[in-house]
């Protein structure tokens, strides 16, 4: 690869997408810039002689299949693949039809597998790529109200720390990105849908957590610009790291879901090691609630 990558960016045409559309010409790259409008794409992006937008709508296998193709003739090769695109299907799990928790599912899970599934075979003909897969601190730890965005960003973080050993004997690296609070359009009502409130039991929660969403958009505490920008130019390393905290807030998700299963994993030591067979099985003294000092590391 020359030190000009060409970018493969899904949901181009509004909030990180954009950001990461920019950071990457910026920095002397060409982007192809995919959305269902491609037109309001271009709009967002702005006019640049390495840009070139299409038509994608990642839940279609055969638009994947046409902007990959596209992408190719312009530029022959794709460097950098980006699964970005995505919504917020938001509400308690009763409350979100079975139709919103499928929509998640297929456009942030499987979108970036029909989009994938296209590329990989670019890149395992060039021996090198990257596949970088915009997930979330809810695909870390499961929240209220995420029920159906967590289920899809998990099987997102599965599904990619799977995929990379299968990959990496092409020279194909992945990075995953958790991003925590930035102020971008996830929380507007062109990207969150809110469950329709049918539960008088979760009545007040719900409109609680609603009332909280609107207040915080737009005043989250991460740059998204900066964020773009770090992305960048981790993805121009040798070696990109497996997974990106991105934002404080980031971190400390990371380091507490750490802390938990390490707590998790002792609380009952004993009886999960004295499962196979031929062992003993654990004294009576071990099987019960944590210690108080075990109890105070949990989080």
């Given at each position: 690869m020359t030190d000009k990558h060409i970018w493969f960016i899904t949901g181009a045409g509004r909030g990180l997408g954009v950001d990461l559309a920019r950071a990457a010409l910026a920095a002397g790259h060409?982007?192809?810039?995919?959305?269902?409008?491609?037109?309001?794409?271009?709009?967002a992006i702005g006019g640049h002689a390495d840009l070139s937008t299409l038509k994608l709508d990642v839940t279609r296998p055969l638009d994947a299949a046409a902007a990959v193709e596209g992408a190719v003739e312009r530029f022959g090769r794709i460097n950098v693949l980006v699964n970005n695109a995505g919504d917020f299907q938001a509400g308690f799990f009763e409350e979100l039809s079975t139709?919103?928790?499928?929509?998640?599912?297929?456009?942030?899970?499987?979108?970036?597998?029909?989009?994938?599934?296209?590329v990989l075979p670019t890149m395992r003909r060039q021996r090198s790529g990257l596949l970088l897969n915009i997930s979330s601190t809810a695909g870390i730890a499961g929240g209220m109200f995420c029920t159906a965005y967590a289920a899809a960003k998990f099987g997102l973080e599965g599904w990619t720390e799977s995929l990379a050993p299968e990959v990496a004997p092409f020279g194909i690296r992945t990075m995953l990105v958790e991003p925590g609070f930035f102020r971008t359009e996830l929380l507007t009502a062109e990207s969150t849908t809110f469950a329709e409130p049918r539960i008088e039991d979760c009545a007040d929660r719900s409109q609680a957590t609603v009332d909280a969403g609107r207040f915080m958009s737009g005043k989250q505490s991460g740059d998204p610009v900066k964020r773009a920008e770090a992305i960048v130019r981790l993805a121009a390393l040798e070696e990109p790291s497996a997974r990106f905290a991105a934002g404080a807030d980031a971190v400390q998700t990371l380091e507490a879901?750490?802390?938990?299963?390490?707590?998790?994993?002792?609380?009952?030591?004993?009886?999960?090691?004295?499962?196979?067979?031929?062992t003993a099985g654990p004294s009576r003294a071990h099987v019960g609630p944590p210690s108080r000092s075990l109890a105070s590391r949990s989080v």
């Open positions: 060409a982007v192809v810039a995919t959305g269902r409008d491609p037109l309001k794409v271009a709009a139709e919103q928790v499928r929509s998640q599912v297929e456009t942030l899970l499987f979108g970036p597998m029909n989009v994938t599934r296209a879901k750490a802390q938990a299963l390490l707590a998790q994993a002792e609380l009952h030591r004993d009886l999960s090691v004295s499962l196979a067979y031929g």
